[in-house]
């Protein structure tokens, strides 16, 4: 028997009626959206429509993935499902109409600039369109992008709430490649004028090519940068953690209840809420709405 008709047949309601939402979200249809850059990119959004009163969401995809991504998508359908319009961006990367995840080995020519000013362009197009303020979620370096645009966005008016999914900071974790030897090294080629492509390394990538300031604009976004930035909100996000996250330093959860931030932990969950606790996630997040 397959492994999630077993696990449905298992549940109770009415964590039973969340499975067969997600066992037959492929239905979902969603529109597709094109919407111009500073940097005259095209970059595209799937928009699933529900066409009620309720706060839009805008779901984020990790690092270098796209809305496709199994953990965004499930949660996409899912909300979709529960009567929430939803908008999944593929952030460009530099890459006009970006449909595909980027591998590590690619010359990178964005920056978290680049990223943060592609959400706020998402935003303010979901806010018009819905004259709602809108609530964001992202997923690991999704999380960490939206934080970065909300820290730039102090009054946060066209936000109604952040849900930081697998919330992630740079130079910290058993898979994070990059160390203080790359971050110096950086300093210098920037310092120095050697402005083109240099091959660093960075988060799970131990190949990524890419200009010193590009690279810096994430390596800078570490723990003490993401805590202060927490710190510095007007209005306090929600982070979801999952207790067997082996991608985070042991010490994270404890940095962020120290800064009295807003943690829920998922036990038994990892970076990727995959198999049962795809339902736990989403249980979670429709209590957070």
Not at 214 to 231: D, F, I, K, P
Request: net charge negative; charged share 20%.
């Amino acid at each position: 028997m397959h492994t999630l008709t077993q696990y449905i047949i298992a549940q109770p309601l009415p964590k039973l009626l969340l499975a067969l939402l997600l066992l037959n979200s492929h239905y979902c249809t969603a529109d597709t959206i094109q919407l111009r850059m500073q940097n005259g990119l095209l970059a595209t959004a799937d928009y699933l429509d529900a066409g009620n009163d309720k706060s839009p969401i805008l779901i984020l995809h990790g690092f270098l993935q796209t809305r496709d991504f199994f953990t965004v998508r499930r949660v996409a359908d899912a909300l979709h499902d529960e009567g929430y319009s939803v908008l999944l961006p593929n952030l460009s990367l530099g890459i006009d109409q970006r449909n595909r995840s980027l591998p590590c080995e690619a010359i990178h020519t964005h920056s978290m600039d680049q990223d943060r000013g592609e959400v706020a362009r998402w935003v303010d197009w979901l806010h018009k369109n819905s004259s709602k303020p809108v609530t964001l979620i992202g997923h690991s370096m999704g999380s960490l992008t939206l934080l970065a645009y909300l820290s730039a966005q102090p009054e946060q008016e066209q936000i109604n709430h952040a849900i930081l999914i697998s919330l992630i900071a740079f130079a910290q974790g058993p898979v994070a490649k990059e160390s203080s030897v790359d971050k110096h090294r950086a300093e210098e080629d920037l310092a120095t004028g050697r402005d083109g492509i240099q091959n660093y390394r960075l988060a799970f990538c131990d190949s990524y090519p890419t200009q010193p300031d590009h690279y810096l604009s994430y390596l800078n976004w570490n723990e003490t940068q993401v805590t202060n930035a927490l710190l510095g909100l007007s209005k306090q996000p929600s982070i979801i953690l999952g207790s067997k996250d082996n991608r985070l330093s042991p010490e994270w959860k404890p940095t962020l209840m120290d800064i009295k931030a807003h943690v829920i932990e998922i036990e038994g969950a990892n970076h990727f809420f995959d198999h049962s606790h795809e339902f736990d996630l989403v249980d979670s997040i429709i209590q957070l709405l």
